[in-house]
């Protein structure tokens, strides 16, 4: 997306080097007047009495992908600062970052995480574990970007019935919403608070993440996606620790002293 900056008006020179000026202006030629980039669509939204952060990415203007370990020592990134300054050092300026999922107590992603086409670590099926906390309340499910650049989110049974390669997943739980209906564990009145984030595919190109800047329970935070955000399929990326970063904004979501190292990152870099 490009805006320009507000340019003086056009003095009343004759009609052929006006259009000369215009058309000047318009390539980002003229002094003061040239494009500059802007971050991603994001806005704050109220929705049943909470505030929420919302950021949509377009999948045909930026690439969304996740990250976990700095390519050279394999350390993990652990936060969306030290991604930032990795990616500043490496000459790419970081506009958006979130949370990637659920982790285990080894700090490695707890199902599926596929980064750049390579399956790091398996989907996982496993079904009830406690040790999972809302990894197991099923259906749990994955956020997939195939090679093509479509994305979607899907429940883990069906992506692996599907069979189809992926670019970029990472499995997450519980499913807010499937097929348009909200996930049949959730209760309406339900005492059990908490930040939220999530993300949905509103269609194979717009991706939408939202976090909560207030605890809520599971049942609020679907329906936020299927009553307000308009997505039919959305999953649960976590809970008390989850944030969103924008470039030029900050962070939103859960206070910075709950937030613990995360194990996969989302992120979109400026282009070069």
């Not at 207030?214 to 989850?242: E, K, M």
Request: with cysteine; aromatic share 10%; proline share 6%.
């Amino acid at each position: 997306m490009l805006s320009f900056a507000a340019c003086p008006p056009l003095s009343p020179f004759p009609r052929q080097l006006t259009r000369w000026l215009l058309a000047l202006t318009l390539l980002g030629g003229a002094a003061g007047c040239a494009p500059t980039a802007q971050a991603l669509d994001s806005s704050e939204l109220a929705f049943e009495g909470q505030n929420y952060r919302i950021v949509h990415v377009d999948l045909k203007r930026e690439q969304l992908s996740l990250h976990w370990r700095e390519p050279q020592s394999g350390q993990a990134f652990g936060s969306i600062e030290t991604l930032r300054q990795w990616g500043e050092a490496h000459g790419r300026r970081l506009l958006f970052a979130a949370n990637a999922g659920i982790y285990d107590h080894k700090s490695a992603p707890l199902g599926l995480y596929v980064e750049n086409g390579r399956t790091v670590v398996p989907l996982n099926l496993a079904h009830g574990n406690p040790a999972s906390g809302n990894f197991s309340l099923l259906p749990n499910g994955v956020f997939v970007i195939y090679p093509d650049g479509h994305a979607a989110v899907r429940t883990s049974a069906a992506f692996k019935t599907d069979g189809k390669a992926a670019q970029w997943a990472t499995q997450s739980g519980p499913m807010l919403l499937i097929d348009g209906k909200l996930n049949e564990q959730f209760v309406d009145d339900s005492s059990s608070l908490k930040w939220r984030s999530g993300v949905c595919a509103r269609t194979p190109t717009e991706v939408i993440f939202a976090v909560s800047e207030a605890p809520v329970n599971f049942h609020t935070f679907g329906r936020l996606f299927r009553d307000r955000l308009g997505c039919r399929d959305a999953l649960y990326l976590d809970g008390s620790i989850s944030q969103l970063y924008v470039d030029g904004e900050g962070y939103a979501g859960a206070p910075a002293f709950m937030v613990k190292p995360y194990a996969g990152i989302f992120a979109v870099f400026a282009k070069p």
